[in-house]
């Protein structure tokens, strides 16, 4: 559920019209809604309600510093992968010991910004990785809290672009090398093992290769335990999907997936940390666009809009689909047509949809691309020189600008010239 609705034939945001804003702010951009952003947070704490459990936001997903201070503000910690993140999660008011640390390629910097700034813990993935922070923090004296990143080698039957879990991808310690590397990670110094941890992939709707994951992490834990680790906390991760077709698509509820958690690993007694990034930011978030053009091809029609695949890269780069609606509401009994929707990128792939039904759509009106508060805005860059698209948050009747478009000046200037070039 969010709160994207018509409301008088006119989409809304919450309370605000987005035609209004569009006229505020220009198009294309951003739109989030506050409820929908603390609704998704909601829904995970209560589906894991009774067990001792933290949340922290995959910011990976959407790192817009207001809606960091949202979901912090309902007491979300935070999950973060570089250095950058982990400044921003901090500048967001987020304190050390509620941010963990994700990641394949953590750098020695990385490693001593942290461990100086505080973390809460560290998501090892590798023996060398953890070679490294003992060497960091025994030379900082600091003790780094980590837990081991394994890799089941289950299939999360998603993307193959964002599946981790399988042996063939990067991510984790194989399971058959989880005992030595536990092993040797006890027996470095400046380090503490505190627990496992296991992320599987992005965009999952099936339950079971999480109820495959989880059970395999609570046959380890029993064997590390056996082995004399003081197991206490595990990090299941992120990845639940979402809606991205409303009309045919159901994944399994937060509710469904607290219960695989609480039958997999619940009798364990460690205190339980989930990542989602997706399911938190994705349908509370709207990309708005205008059509430029309505540009009838041989035996297909062409709406050109002013959003482009550097905006939202996601059906160019993983075959996407996102719900593309209009913002003045089709009046009943219009009849559909087929349109493909494209920007204006100098590239046959940027393309958003190809013979999608939409309402008659003109030069100047509106459309709303749904799901596009999560890997939206990050994921976006400057391609063609097009400067990043600015993001709105809505909280009721209010609205603000979180992120400004930014002036070709401001874009041309971050550029330097070398000195034999100044004239
Ligand atoms: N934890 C770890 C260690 C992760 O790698 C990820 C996502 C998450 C949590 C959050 O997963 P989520 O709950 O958001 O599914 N750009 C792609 C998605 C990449 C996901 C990468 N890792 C997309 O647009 O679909």
Same mark, same amino acid.
């Not at 056996?226 to 979402?242: S, W």
């Not at 709105?392 to 000195?419: H, N, W």
């Given at each position: ?37 603390? %609704?998704? =947070?909601? #829904?995970?704490? +209560?589906?894991?309600?009774? *067990?001792?459990? &933290?949340?922290?936001? !995959? $910011? ?59 973390? %809460?813990? =560290?998501? #090892?993935?590798? +023996?060398?990785?953890?070679? *490294?922070?003992? &060497?960091?923090?025994? !030379? $900082? ?66 339950? +079971? ?6 059970? &395999? ?207």
């Amino acid at each position: 559920m969010d709160h994207f609705i018509y409301k008088d034939g006119a989409l809304h945001a919450e309370d605000v019209s987005v035609s209004e804003i569009a006229a505020t702010v220009g198009t294309p951009f951003y739109l989030y809604s506050t409820a929908t952003l603390e %609704r998704h =947070f909601t #829904v995970f704490d +209560e589906a894991l309600h009774g *067990l001792d459990h &933290k949340i922290f936001f !995959a $910011m990976k997903a959407n790192g817009n510093m207001a809606v960091l201070r949202t979901l912090a503000a309902m007491g979300a910690g935070m999950d973060v992968v570089s250095g950058g993140e982990y400044a921003k999660a901090r500048a967001a008011g987020v304190s050390g010991d509620m941010i963990v640390f994700s990641g394949v390629g953590k750098t020695e910097e990385e490693m001593w910004q942290v461990l100086h700034g505080g973390i %809460r813990q =560290f998501n #090892v993935e590798s +023996e060398p990785e953890l070679r *490294l922070l003992s &060497k960091v923090a025994t !030379a $900082m004296g600091k003790t780094a809290s980590i837990t081991l990143r394994v890799n089941p080698d289950v299939d999360a039957k998603t993307h193959a672009k964002i599946a981790t879990g399988k042996s063939e991808n990067k991510f984790g310690i194989p399971m058959s090398k989880a005992r030595e590397a536990f092993a040797e990670a006890a027996s470095l110094p400046g380090l503490e093992v505190v627990g496992i941890d296991v992320h599987i992939g992005s965009q999952l709707t099936d339950l +079971e290769p999480y109820r495959q994951a989880f059970t &395999k992490v609570a046959e380890l834990t029993e064997t590390l335990r056996a082995d004399g680790h003081n197991i206490r906390r595990l990090d299941l991760g992120g990845g639940l999907g979402i809606p991205y077709e409303r009309t045919n698509e159901a994944p399994p509820l937060p509710m469904e997936y607290g219960q695989v958690i609480r039958d997999t690993v619940g009798h364990l007694g460690c205190e339980i940390e989930i990542e989602p990034g997706r399911l938190i930011a994705g349908n509370a978030g709207i990309m708005v666009s205008k059509v430029i053009y309505l540009k009838q091809g041989e035996g297909r029609d062409f709406l050109i809009i002013d959003a482009a695949m550097n905006d939202l890269i996601r059906p160019a780069m993983y075959d996407a689909h996102h719900d593309i609606i209009a913002v003045v509401e089709p009046a009943p009994g219009v009849e559909p047509s087929p349109v493909d929707i494209v920007g204006p990128v100098c590239e046959s792939g940027d393309t958003f949809t190809k013979q999608r039904n939409m309402p008659p759509l003109k030069s100047g009106d509106l459309v709303a691309f749904r799901s596009a508060g999560a890997y939206g805005a990050v994921m976006a860059s400057e391609y063609n020189a097009r400067p990043l698209i600015p993001e709105v948050l809505v909280k009721g009747d209010q609205f603000a600008v979180v992120r400004p478009r930014p002036t070709y000046e401001e874009m041309i200037s971050r550029d330097k010239l070398p000195e034999w070039m100044e004239s």
